[in-house]
């Protein structure tokens, strides 16, 4: 089992940036695939970006893709969030989710339902 426990956030102007991180507890780290999905107040929890456990491929949702960046240190335990370019649509709760180092993970990235554990969220504002 691990816990995910996401910091950074905030608010932040239209144009700027920020990085998210996620601290995971236990000494498995380096065998989940994470992901970081974000929710919009009235709208579904959305995929963001993943990253398998090796951290030798990454994936993005269209609408963050050339703007955010997800990256791990499996010695530090943590995944980090980079996040550029920002627009007020990217407004949300973000967060950090694991999944238990499915080798088909390449296929199912960009579904919640895939990830078994997960953090409490972190708010990001972006205002215009």
């Known amino acids: 089992q691990v816990q995910l426990v996401e910091s950074g956030g905030g608010l932040v102007q239209a144009g700027g940036s920020t990085t998210l991180s996620c601290a995971a507890s236990g000494r498995t780290f380096s065998i989940y695939n994470m992901g970081w999905f974000r929710q919009a107040p009235g709208k579904e929890r959305e995929f963001v970006a993943g990253?398998?456990?090796?951290?030798?491929?990454?994936f993005y949702a269209d609408s963050v893709k050339g703007r955010f960046a997800i990256s791990r240190d499996n010695a530090k335990n943590t995944v980090s969030l980079h996040m550029n370019s920002l627009k007020p649509e990217d407004t949300a709760v973000y967060y950090c989710?694991?999944?238990?180092?499915?080798?088909?993970?390449?296929?199912?990235?960009?579904?919640?339902?895939?990830?078994?554990?997960w953090g409490q969220g972190t708010q990001v504002t972006v205002s215009s």
């Open positions: 990253i398998r456990r090796s951290g030798g491929d990454t």
């Open positions: 989710a694991a999944d238990r180092g499915s080798i088909f993970y390449h296929l199912k990235y960009g579904s919640a339902s895939s990830y078994d554990y």
